[in-house]
């Protein structure tokens, strides 16, 4: 079976990899060898096996009948958009990595790709080698899942472990992550949790089976965790982790992405540096928990060909997925409750005012004193908050 792939970067290249290095084994379970015949992009790459596949033009993909799988790892919504479209309006079945995409225009995708008798998968858009699509919409199915909690982002993770583990600051341990290569040049979708709130936005549509709007999402990053909150969180037994979570509420889902501190007992309480994990809970599974490496060349493509191999088996047939276009919308965020953490150098009368039944914890730190509250909802504690003068931070507990 012919394939074509747009986009040879550390996903493309990894996918051709994997193709190559499991050709027998991927063979025996598509029951056809899947080679690729064409590659788009508009870099050079001498010397590299795929030079002679090299196609600048999409439309030499989409004219060619033989192509009946495409790979798409271009990254960002266009034109990954205009060319995975045309391809599904021609016949051919659509795999891709790219949340932003996913999260943009999964619906409208995945209903096109029904209308061709086609099918739009994106396995690697959310936790990279981890499973949890398919669980979601094969091995779940009978289940309502009521929580989703993850941590989806391998760049932040490894970030928040180094800092609780080294007592570094959160520009230090930046630059050490960029030296890497775990953080881009320009990181603000991973810091600022944009990468992690499209991918609770995919999940959450895919189990409320309607779009989620990703930026209906309260998000905040972790540009605002510091040295200090890692002592505090040390002093409290707990960890400081950036959590992508959605929880169903009513006949909708509530979601958020921010850091939170950890108690021992949480099931991602060790997850640590760049692995990802997503805890499910459905109402009859109970909790189930996905863990593995987030990210990287051979994992993500490791789940690419995953869904290339059910694209193979199901290639004249759609697979069904629900997840309409309509538009969910998220419950009033302000209504979430929560235990929070706050650092002030306010005095304990000040504190008493805002939060009634403060509890308080001291790192020594000189000048400040941290705070743990009541349990609350967010709008009231949005409210408490005016109360104190100085707030230096503030961070949810689970």
């Keep these: 079976m012919k394939a074509a792939v747009m986009g040879y970067g550390t996903?493309?290249?990894?996918?051709?990899?994997?193709?190559?290095?499991?050709?027998?084994?991927?063979?025996?379970?598509?029951?056809?060898?899947?080679?690729?015949?064409k590659v788009l992009d508009l870099r050079d790459f001498p010397g590299d096996p795929i030079e002679k596949k090299l196609v600048r033009d999409y439309m030499d993909i989409v004219n060619d009948p033989e192509?009946?799988?495409?790979?798409?790892?271009?990254?960002?919504?266009?034109?990954?958009?205009?060319?995975?479209?045309?391809?599904?309006?021609?016949?051919?079945?659509?795999?891709?990595?790219?949340k932003a995409l996913v999260a943009d225009k999964g619906a409208e995708l995945i209903r096109i790709a029904r209308e061709h008798n086609v099918n739009f998968m994106f396995e690697a858009s959310v936790g990279?080698?981890?499973?949890?699509?398919r669980p979601l919409l094969k091995c779940?199915?009978?289940?309502?899942?009521?929580?989703?909690?993850?941590?989806v982002n391998g760049t932040t993770n490894y970030m928040l472990t180094k800092m609780a583990n080294e007592g570094s600051d959160f520009d230090e341990v930046l630059k050490e992550a960029q030296a890497k290569g775990y953080a881009e040049k320009d990181p603000t979708a991973d810091i600022e949790g944009h990468d992690a709130q499209r991918k609770i936005a995919i999940l959450t549509s895919l189990v409320a089976g309607r779009q989620i709007d990703y930026?209906?999402?309260?998000?905040?990053?972790?540009?605002?965790i510091s040295a200090a909150d890692m002592k505090y969180a040390k002093v409290m037994k707990r960890v400081i982790k950036l959590v992508a979570a959605s929880k169903k509420t009513g006949d909708t889902y509530s979601a958020r992405v921010a850091p939170f501190m950890l108690h021992e007992g949480h099931?991602?309480?060790h997850v640590d540096d760049v692995f990802n994990a997503i805890m499910v809970h459905g109402n009859m599974l109970g909790d189930g928990m996905f863990y593995g490496s987030g990210a990287g060349s051979?994992?993500?493509?490791?789940?690419?060909?995953?869904d290339m191999v059910d694209m193979a088996r199901h290639v004249d047939k759609n697979v069904y997925i629900r997840w309409e276009e309509e538009k969910l919308i998220l419950a009033d965020s302000t209504t979430d409750s929560y235990k929070f953490f706050v650092r002030t150098s306010d005095d304990e009368n000040t504190i008493e005012?805002?939060?009634?039944?403060?509890?308080?914890?001291?790192?020594?730190?000189?000048?400040?004193?941290?705070?743990v509250t009541e349990e609350m909802t967010q709008g009231e504690f949005d409210e408490a908050i005016k109360k104190l003068s100085d707030v230096r931070s503030v961070i949810r507990l689970v």
């Excluded at 790979?71 to 479209?85: D, I, L, R, W």
């Excluded at 990279?128 to 699509?133: N, S």
């Excluded at 930026?215 to 605002?224: A, L, M, R, S």
């Excluded at 009634?356 to 000189?366: E, H, P, S, T």
């Design 11 to 37: 996903i493309g290249s990894g996918v051709v990899t994997v193709l190559e290095t499991n050709r027998d084994v991927i063979a025996a379970r598509a029951g056809e060898v899947i080679e690729v015949s």
């Design 215 to 224: 930026q209906d999402i309260p998000t905040e990053g972790i540009t605002k």
């Design 140 to 151: 779940l199915t009978g289940d309502v899942i009521e929580g989703i909690y993850g941590i």
């Design 128 to 133: 990279g080698g981890i499973p949890i699509i």
């Design 353 to 371: 005012s805002a939060f009634k039944d403060a509890g308080y914890v001291n790192a020594g730190i000189d000048g400040e004193i941290g705070v």
């Design 267 to 269: 099931p991602l309480y």
């Design 298 to 306: 051979l994992p993500t493509a490791s789940a690419v060909v995953g």
């Design 67 to 98: 192509i009946k799988i495409v790979v798409e790892t271009m990254g960002g919504v266009e034109p990954a958009y205009t060319f995975v479209k045309a391809m599904l309006e021609a016949g051919k079945h659509v795999t891709t990595s790219n």
